[in-house]
């Protein structure tokens, strides 16, 4: 049997070399691969084939002796037929106009000719071996060719592709019906993503090409994604466009471009896909739509930028200083040529490099006199000349390495500094949002002026200029930039420095401004501390490593770029820039902005749950604190690691601290019954249970919390306390005794509050089964509780009499004493010792019990006690 198939997702290209290929094969079936695109669906309905096409399910693969393969060369793109590719005994035919391809399937026959279609390929074939046509296949042959021309005007189009199609006129190839066949009016849905598309659009310039790269997402969209390539270079006039959907497990990438010097087959070739020089696409499984961008400008810039040497960027001549010269004399050298960085060169070896940061600490602490060789930094990398500059930005990244000797042999013979690496970064990759004009960063200056205090703002301004002085570049990043755009009241504030030691810059400025500095080496991190108690987190722009799923990370110095990419979620990686010449420019190098505007929650990379699992629970929290939805990719990642026990390798502690800071939110309600539901929660306690009741008793203790926080009390309540008392319900007292331990809950009144726990539940049974009649009975039960206890019991009463009467002592028998103090009942009369505090123990209780209210009531009634006293002695 012969059979004659293409590739999945069939076009109309497809059909037509089919049903052409039968001309040749008049014994053959012809039969779909997989798919069939929408457009092709349609015009089926209407149409009177020649032949029938049929479906895989229809055929005995084991009698398939010669198969036909047109349109496709790959066994990845023909389905079930894959399986039989290398059978013993099979021939196979091909018939394609692509370019060759890797792993390329090979045939006993191959026609390969690089026309705009396949469909030409076998039109001329036809031509020459005197074949006569119907009307119909004449009309489907020439919406084949103009399909994959562009009618007859895409740069792939060749002078074949002309000869191909005056041959079929004569047929009465009916070019009407073709416009009808290949016109696509978009759907309500299909506009929407269209228009989100054209909104997402970024403008990158690689080498000398501009390159447009848009964005969406597929999870309502069902259509053929190649229409909107089509429509988006129609409309915007775009040479050369990658467009990237997202369908939640994968990334499809279509791109067309009708520049000569862009080969979008061969780019998308690189990444696994294929096509021609001006339409090409590719399907990236188990990847971001940010992962994917990322691999694509990568194979952007090998192809588009001509590889760069050290000797093209370094500055010369170099500017050098001997091991013995002074470091005073270190410093004017310096200044005069306004450097911040120096090679020691000693007898023409290098010996170290020497900074401006390290001479003016040394200066300071008086060592004018001291030699270079003292303090110079010996171990040193150095490149050649020959170096690419993506061999010294890894250099310089792992290194932290302010400037690198450039050697031609054993010669020094030139410098890189951190700024030649700027400017060649500016030069050669710019993203820049369509439509800004020339200006081409986004600036937040009024709303930083409008959500900020003034006296923060001129701080971060202040600190923007030390850091430039210093040779850094200093942004705010985090949630308060986030929160920023989303005009929310936030001011929890971290500042990243590039390009230097945030600790560093963190005791600069603060020896400027009075401040006190709490540093932490290992994360490379400090806390700029005001007189008011007002922190600010300064840390170093760094890339984090993990040793092992879960572990705390190892820390790294690097880019501003890289030390985003290690964020959470992609909503976070926003930055501020805080240096003079560029203050308020808003940097996203990841699409949050989008994000934000769509309300939705990504991970920028599929491992972000493994390196830390408790990033789960903070998507569940910022879901619900923003009413964002969580893209459907990022939600089976959480399930996944969920599933596979990553949660588990965190440590309880760590976990916990996630917890806490959902407790901590207006609502947390929902927030720990999706976490529950996700099976995150079992991993604080396995017997932890969630149901109607324990959801009501949540809703509870919430408003009871309110309640308290409005009263104004000195005494303020840890209000996770009293959410993990309701949250571990079900366990027994030795097994939250030892969750305790295992969170290291520390403190005699937090252990007091959970190890209360059941004295508190049997005082709450006496309340409400009415054995509390008088106000110093009510006293007496609740005075050994702390005040998250009593909110607790509050919470768990569903009688209202009974939050009455807890709320009474709290409000009012808590914080009741006698008037009379000890020394005023020694003045009376009454002995030194144990009956001094008995009496105002029994004064208390009366004035609980409202039968004293003044301080000559409690005076008589002192003065009574000494009376009995004195009788029964």
Same mark, same amino acid.
């Given at each position: 049997?012969?059979?004659?198939?293409?590739?999945?997702?069939?076009?109309?290209?497809?059909?037509?070399?089919?049903?052409?290929?039968?001309?040749?094969?008049?014994?053959?079936?012809?039969?779909?691969? $997989?798919?069939?695109?929408?457009?092709?669906?349609?015009?089926?309905?209407?149409?009177?084939?020649?032949?029938? !096409?049929?479906?895989?399910?229809?055929?005995?693969?084991?009698?398939? &002796?010669?198969?036909?393969?047109?349109?496709?060369?790959?066994?990845?793109?023909?389905?079930?037929?894959?399986?039989?590719?290398?059978?013993?005994?099979?021939?196979?035919?091909?018939?394609?106009?692509?370019?060759? *391809?890797?792993?390329?399937?090979?045939?006993?026959?191959?026609?390969?000719?690089?026309?705009?279609?396949?469909?030409?390929?076998?039109?001329?074939?036809?031509?020459?071996?005197? %074949?006569?046509?119907?009307?119909?296949?004449?009309?489907? %042959?020439?919406?084949?060719?103009?399909?994959? +021309?562009?009618?007859?005007?895409?740069?792939?189009?060749?002078?074949?592709?002309?000869?191909?199609?005056?041959?079929?006129?004569?047929?009465?190839?009916?070019?009407?019906?073709?416009?009808?066949?290949?016109?696509?009016?978009?759907?309500?849905?299909?506009?929407?993503?269209?228009?989100?598309?054209?909104?997402?659009?970024?403008?990158?310039?690689?080498?000398?090409?501009?390159?447009?790269?848009? =964005?969406?997402?597929?999870?309502?969209?069902?259509? &053929?994604?190649?229409?909107?390539?089509?429509?988006?270079?129609?409309?915007?006039?775009?040479?050369?466009?990658?467009?990237?959907?997202?369908?939640?497990?994968?990334?499809?990438?279509?791109?067309?471009?009708?520049?000569?010097?862009?080969?979008?087959?061969?780019?998308?070739?690189?990444?696994?896909?294929?096509?021609?020089?001006?339409?090409?696409?590719?399907?990236?499984?188990? *990847?971001?739509?940010?992962?994917?961008?990322?691999?694509?400008?990568?194979?952007?810039?090998?192809?588009?930028?001509? *590889?760069?040497?050290?000797?093209?960027?370094?500055?010369?001549?170099?500017?050098?200083?001997?091991?013995?010269?002074?470091?005073? &004399?270190?410093?004017?050298?310096?200044?005069?040529?306004?450097?911040?960085?120096?090679?020691?060169?000693?007898?023409?070896?290098?010996?170290?490099?020497?900074?401006?940061?390290?001479?003016?600490?040394?200066?300071?602490?008086?060592?004018?006199?001291?030699?270079?060789?003292?303090?110079?930094?010996? =171990?040193?990398?150095?490149?050649?000349?020959?170096?690419?500059?993506?061999?010294?930005?890894?250099?310089?990244?792992?290194?932290?390495?302010?400037?690198?000797?450039?050697?031609?042999?054993?010669?020094?013979?030139?410098?890189? +500094?951190?700024?030649?690496?700027?400017?060649?970064?500016?030069?050669?990759?710019?993203?820049?949002?369509?439509?800004?004009?020339?200006?081409?960063?986004?600036?937040?200056?009024?709303?930083?002026?409008?959500?900020?205090?003034?006296?923060?703002?001129?701080?971060?301004?202040?600190?923007?200029?030390?850091?430039?002085?210093?040779?850094?570049?200093?942004?705010?990043?985090?949630? !308060?930039?986030?929160?920023?755009?989303?005009?929310?009241?936030?001011?929890?504030?971290?500042? *990243?420095?590039?390009?230097?030691?945030?600790?560093?810059?963190?005791?600069?400025?603060?020896?400027?401004?009075?401040?006190?500095?709490? /540093?932490?080496?290992?994360?490379?991190?400090?806390?700029?501390?005001?007189?008011?108690? %007002?922190?600010?987190?300064?840390?170093?722009?760094?890339?984090?490593?993990? @040793?092992?799923?879960?572990?705390?990370?190892?820390?790294?110095?690097?880019?501003?770029?890289?030390?985003?990419?290690?964020?959470?979620?992609?909503?976070?990686?926003?930055?501020? /820039?805080?240096?003079?010449?560029?203050?308020?420019?808003?940097?996203?190098?990841?699409?949050?902005?989008?994000?934000?505007?769509?309300?939705?929650?990504?991970?920028?990379?599929?491992?972000?749950?493994?390196?830390?699992?408790?990033?789960?629970?903070?998507?569940?929290?910022?879901?619900?604190?923003?009413?964002?939805?969580?893209?459907?990719?990022?939600?089976?990642?959480?399930?996944?690691?969920?599933?596979?026990?990553?949660?588990?390798? !965190?440590?309880?502690?760590?976990?916990?601290?996630?917890?806490?800071?959902?407790?901590?939110?207006?609502?947390?309600?929902?927030?720990?019954?999706?976490?529950?539901?996700? $099976?995150?929660?079992?991993?604080?306690?396995?017997?932890?249970?969630?149901?109607?009741?324990?959801?009501?008793?949540? =809703?509870?203790?919430?408003?009871?919390?309110?309640?308290?926080?409005?009263?104004?009390?000195?005494?303020?309540?840890?209000?996770?306390?009293?959410?993990?008392?309701?949250?571990?319900?079900?366990?027994?007292?030795?097994?939250?005794?030892?969750?305790?331990?295992?969170?290291?809950?520390? $403190?005699?009144?937090?252990?007091? !509050?959970?190890?209360?726990? $059941?004295?508190?539940?049997?005082?709450?049974?006496?309340? =409400?089964?009415?054995?509390?009649?008088?106000?110093?009975?009510?006293?007496?039960?609740?005075?050994? %509780?702390?005040?998250?206890?009593?909110?607790?019991?509050?919470?768990?009463?569903?009688?209202?009499?009974?939050?009455?009467?807890?709320?009474?002592?709290?409000?009012?028998?808590?914080?009741?004493?006698?008037?009379?103090?000890?020394?005023?009942?020694?003045?009376?009369?009454?002995?030194?010792?144990?009956?001094?505090?008995?009496?105002?123990?029994?004064?208390?209780?009366?004035?609980?019990?409202?039968?004293? @209210?003044?301080? @000559?009531?409690?005076?008589?009634?002192?003065?009574?006690?000494?009376?009995?006293?004195?009788?029964?002695?």
């Amino acid at each position: 049997m012969e059979v004659i198939t293409s590739h999945i997702n069939a076009d109309f290209d497809t059909l037509a070399s089919m049903i052409a290929a039968r001309r040749l094969y008049p014994g053959a079936r012809l039969v779909w691969s $997989g798919s069939i695109e929408r457009a092709l669906t349609t015009a089926l309905k209407g149409l009177d084939l020649p032949c029938a !096409v049929e479906k895989p399910s229809d055929i005995d693969m084991d009698s398939v &002796e010669r198969l036909i393969l047109v349109d496709v060369r790959h066994a990845s793109r023909i389905g079930p037929f894959a399986g039989i590719v290398g059978r013993q005994g099979l021939d196979i035919h091909i018939y394609d106009h692509h370019p060759e *391809v890797t792993g390329a399937i090979r045939g006993s026959v191959e026609v390969i000719k690089p026309y705009g279609s396949t469909a030409t390929v076998l039109s001329l074939l036809l031509k020459e071996r005197g %074949f006569e046509l119907t009307s119909i296949e004449a009309t489907l %042959f020439m919406a084949g060719i103009y399909e994959d +021309t562009g009618n007859l005007t895409y740069r792939s189009t060749t002078m074949a592709d002309y000869e191909a199609a005056a041959f079929l006129f004569p047929f009465g190839a009916d070019l009407s019906l073709v416009s009808e066949m290949l016109r696509h009016e978009l759907s309500p849905s299909e506009v929407a993503l269209l228009n989100d598309l054209l909104q997402s659009r970024m403008i990158y310039t690689v080498g000398d090409v501009d390159v447009s790269i848009v =964005e969406g997402s597929l999870d309502e969209y069902r259509g &053929e994604i190649s229409t909107l390539a089509e429509k988006i270079t129609e409309v915007g006039g775009v040479k050369n466009l990658f467009m990237l959907v997202d369908s939640g497990d994968r990334v499809h990438v279509v791109a067309r471009s009708s520049e000569s010097r862009v080969d979008v087959g061969a780019v998308l070739r690189e990444l696994g896909g294929g096509g021609h020089k001006g339409a090409a696409s590719v399907t990236l499984k188990g *990847v971001t739509v940010i992962q994917a961008r990322e691999r694509l400008l990568v194979v952007l810039k090998e192809m588009l930028v001509p *590889v760069r040497r050290a000797e093209e960027i370094m500055s010369f001549p170099p500017i050098t200083v001997t091991p013995v010269a002074g470091l005073k &004399e270190v410093l004017v050298i310096m200044r005069r040529y306004n450097v911040n960085a120096l090679p020691v060169v000693d007898s023409g070896d290098i010996s170290g490099v020497i900074t401006r940061q390290v001479v003016d600490k040394a200066l300071y602490h008086g060592l004018d006199n001291a030699a270079v060789s003292d303090y110079m930094m010996t =171990e040193c990398e150095t490149v050649d000349v020959s170096t690419s500059v993506d061999e010294i930005r890894d250099k310089v990244v792992k290194h932290g390495q302010r400037l690198l000797p450039v050697e031609r042999g054993d010669e020094l013979v030139g410098v890189i +500094t951190r700024t030649d690496l700027l400017k060649l970064l500016q030069e050669e990759l710019s993203a820049t949002p369509a439509g800004t004009g020339s200006s081409r960063m986004r600036h937040v200056t009024g709303l930083m002026s409008e959500k900020l205090p003034e006296w923060l703002v001129e701080v971060l301004k202040e600190a923007g200029t030390v850091a430039e002085r210093m040779g850094m570049k200093l942004y705010l990043v985090g949630g !308060v930039v986030r929160d920023l755009l989303l005009r929310r009241e936030n001011l929890d504030i971290d500042i *990243v420095v590039e390009g230097g030691d945030g600790i560093e810059f963190a005791r600069e400025f603060a020896s400027e401004k009075g401040l006190h500095v709490r /540093a932490h080496s290992r994360f490379k991190t400090a806390v700029l501390v005001f007189p008011d108690g %007002f922190k600010i987190d300064v840390a170093t722009a760094r890339l984090e490593y993990y @040793e092992k799923p879960g572990s705390l990370p190892t820390i790294e110095q690097s880019s501003l770029k890289l030390d985003l990419y290690r964020r959470d979620f992609i909503i976070n990686t926003l930055a501020v /820039a805080l240096h003079p010449s560029g203050f308020g420019g808003l940097i996203d190098f990841f699409g949050a902005q989008k994000d934000l505007k769509e309300h939705r929650i990504r991970v920028l990379h599929n491992l972000s749950f493994v390196e830390d699992p408790t990033r789960a629970v903070r998507a569940i929290r910022f879901s619900e604190k923003f009413g964002f939805k969580i893209d459907r990719h990022t939600l089976n990642l959480i399930r996944n690691a969920v599933k596979s026990g990553l949660v588990g390798n !965190v440590s309880a502690i760590r976990l916990f601290d996630e917890f806490k800071h959902v407790f901590a939110e207006e609502s947390p309600t929902r927030t720990v019954k999706r976490l529950y539901e996700l $099976g995150v929660v079992k991993f604080i306690h396995p017997s932890i249970e969630w149901n109607g009741s324990v959801e009501a008793l949540f =809703e509870r203790a919430r408003d009871t919390l309110v309640w308290y926080r409005l009263l104004y009390r000195d005494e303020e309540a840890e209000e996770w306390l009293v959410f993990l008392l309701v949250l571990t319900g079900p366990l027994t007292e030795s097994e939250l005794v030892a969750l305790a331990e295992e969170l290291k809950v520390s $403190g005699r009144r937090r252990l007091n !509050v959970l190890g209360s726990r $059941g004295a508190a539940l049997r005082a709450l049974g006496r309340i =409400e089964n009415g054995a509390v009649g008088t106000g110093s009975t009510l006293y007496n039960l609740c005075r050994p %509780f702390p005040v998250e206890t009593l909110i607790y019991m509050m919470a768990r009463s569903e009688g209202e009499a009974t939050r009455e009467a807890i709320s009474h002592y709290i409000t009012r028998l808590g914080s009741e004493s006698s008037l009379l103090r000890g020394s005023d009942l020694i003045t009376m009369g009454v002995s030194e010792g144990p009956e001094v505090g008995t009496i105002l123990e029994k004064i208390l209780a009366l004035r609980l019990d409202g039968e004293i @209210e003044s301080i @000559e009531q409690e005076r008589e009634f002192v003065l009574k006690q000494i009376d009995k006293l004195d009788t029964s002695e």
